[in-house]
């Protein structure tokens, strides 16, 4: 579902649940679910969350995780901060270069005959986990249906994303986006933590996420070059041994179907930016 708010008339678009039985915030640990993290504890959004649960992809930069370990650090937030992983994105990626035998989990990836590899990640790594979690939150059992229940999930989208905002699969869960509520955009975000004294979050994505933009790539590139450097040599491992299992062209991480590693990301233009394409909770 798409919504569309050029104008501020969206009553009831997203609002709290009456009576729900969990208030859960989805927390990339990016800029958007940070601020909403730290608002909800000043008492600006309201009710307060149960627990923030972060799903980790196994693949974010390193400052994404130092940065979850202070947010869990005792006094910034009233609320637990659960951790999960079901995969390790970056572990999938190389054993698929690799030739190892076995399932991988699929990131969209740019193909060289056209088009890009099917999504998996965002579903397997983030969305599932935190269902899963949400369930053990709730103490419904493993099989047993969790219909009964109402659960409602904090997701951090700005309004100048709202694309992105989507309905849960699940009738028992019900999506709120407290900074659409709240009219606040990426930018006000920032300005709202600044505001506040507390350090600029980072951005949160997979280090080789292929719906990173130019400006991301090369915002990379001057300030975690490791992360960059990783990203250029999975790139490369990707078609060292031709295409991978079942696929019948090679995969590039970058939309212009060249080595990440070649491309000058000063001179490159624009593209639209990855959060266009991407599933509300990955890059928040
Ligand atoms: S950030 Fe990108 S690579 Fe990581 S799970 Fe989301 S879509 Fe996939």
């Not at 915030?25 to 800029?31: F, K, T």
């Not at 009219?183 to 280090?207: F, N, Q, T, V």
Request: charged share 25%; hydrophobic share 35%; glycine share 10%.
């Amino acid at each position: 579902m798409t919504y569309q708010f050029k104008h501020p008339t969206w009553p009831g678009v997203s609002e709290p649940v009456e009576g729900a039985d969990l208030r859960v915030l989805s927390l990339g640990a990016g800029v958007q679910s940070t601020t909403l993290a730290l608002m909800a504890a000043h008492g600006e959004i309201g009710p307060m969350p149960d627990a923030a649960i972060f799903a980790d992809t196994g693949w974010e930069p390193e400052d994404v995780y130092e940065h979850l370990a202070w947010l869990g650090s005792g006094n910034v937030l009233p609320f637990p901060i659960y951790r999960v992983q079901a995969v390790d994105l970056r572990s999938q990626v190389q054993g698929r270069a690799e030739g190892v035998e076995g399932r991988f989990v699929s990131i969209p990836y740019f193909l060289d005959h056209g088009g890009m590899n099917r999504r998996q990640c965002t579903r397997e790594a983030k969305i599932d986990p935190i269902r899963r979690e949400v369930r053990r939150l709730l103490g419904v059992a493993k099989g047993a249906r969790a219909t009964g229940f109402s659960v409602e999930q904090w997701i951090g989208i700005s309004t100048d994303e709202t694309e992105r905002m989507k309905d849960a699969r699940e009738s028992w869960i019900t999506h709120r986006w407290p900074l659409i509520e709240a009219r606040m955009s990426r930018g006000d975000c920032l300005a709202w933590c600044r505001r506040h004294g507390y350090p600029e979050p980072p951005k949160s994505a997979c280090i080789g996420c292929p719906f990173r933009n130019n400006a991301r790539w090369l915002d990379m590139t001057r300030n975690d070059p490791a992360a960059f450097q990783d990203a250029v040599a999975l790139d490369a491992a990707m078609r060292r041994n031709g295409p991978a299992n079942g696929m019948r062209g090679l995969e590039y991480m970058h939309r212009s179907c060249r080595p990440l590693g070649e491309i000058d990301f000063e001179i490159e233009s624009g593209g639209a930016d990855f959060l266009d394409e991407c599933d509300g909770v990955c890059g928040t």
